[in-house]
T-cell receptor
Framework: GAVVSQHPSRVICKSGTSVKIECRSL??????MFWYRQFPKQSLMLMAT?????????EQGVEKDKFLINHASLTLSTLTVTSAHPEDSSFYIC???????????FGQGTRLTVV | AQSVTQLGSHVSVSEGALVLLRCNYS??????LFWYVQYPNQGLQLLLK??????LVKGINGFEAEFKKSETSFHLTKPSAHMSDAAEYFC???????????FGQGTTLQVKP
């Protein structure tokens, strides 16, 4: 199946700094990618839809100035958590639908810890 | 609007016993439905999917699910649980053609020796 690679898998940063998470489709092009956030013992909540060459679409309640999304190419979307705070600590997962396939393929996830 | 409800946040079975994880959906259009498994600190792995073909869908690792329109259900089953099945399981429905998924709350499966 198609492969989506997410990097880094784990990151620890200090409060006030920014962190960039990359999501790459390795063997296919993805004009759309999705970013999810998962709190401990909870489900995945869609944060935003990343669109290649245009602005991301954010879900209600997600601060777009806090979570910057850039989809600069057909294989790469990035999520930047700006001025991170401990409450931003979470597991972030990206996914990308693959062509005519009915399923989306998920990255491995990034565990962000803000100290 | 589409939604998914997983009944039971925690299910515990003995090794070798039947696994049944429940999922009910709400959708105004014929849905695409998915079951994913997640191991700690990892992404999601697709177990199986329903895409309006056969109502009984077989997936990986011996799992299967049956789409029942009359009950708006898509329950996941496995005849005999294995210790390695212990994980978090998510049911999801796909919204339109965008590929965006709406997830259920998740069910933690515990397998006891």
């Amino acid at each position: 199946g198609a492969v989506v690679s997410q990097h880094p898998s784990r990151v620890i940063c200090k409060s006030g700094t920014s962190v960039k998470i990359e999501c790459r489709s390795l063997d296919f092009q993805a004009t759309t990618m999705f970013w999810y956030r998962q709190f401990p013992k909870q489900s995945l909540m869609l944060m935003a839809t990343s669109n290649e060459g245009s602005k991301a679409t954010y879900e209600q309640g997600v601060e777009k100035d806090k979570f910057l999304i850039n989809h600069a190419s057909l294989t790469l979307s990035t999520l930047t958590v700006t001025s991170a705070h401990p409450e931003d600590s979470s597991f972030y997962i990206c996914s990308a639908p693959h062509g005519s396939s009915t399923e989306a393929f998920f990255g491995q996830g990034t565990r962000l810890t803000v100290v | 609007a589409q939604s998914v409800t997983q009944l039971g946040s925690h299910v515990s079975v003995s090794e070798g016993a039947l696994v049944l994880l429940r999922c009910n959906y709400s959708s105004s259009v014929p849905p695409y439905l998915f079951w994913y498994v997640q191991y700690p600190n990892q992404g999601l792995q697709l177990l199986l999917k329903y895409t309006s073909a056969a109502t009984l869908v077989k997936g990986i690792n011996g799992f299967e699910a049956e789409f029942k329109k009359s009950e708006t259900s898509f329950h996941l089953t496995k005849p005999s649980a294995h210790m390695s099945d212990a994980a978090e399981y998510f049911c999801a429905v796909r919204t339109s053609n965008t590929g965006k998924l709406i997830f259920g709350q998740g069910t933690t499966l515990q397998v006891k020796p």
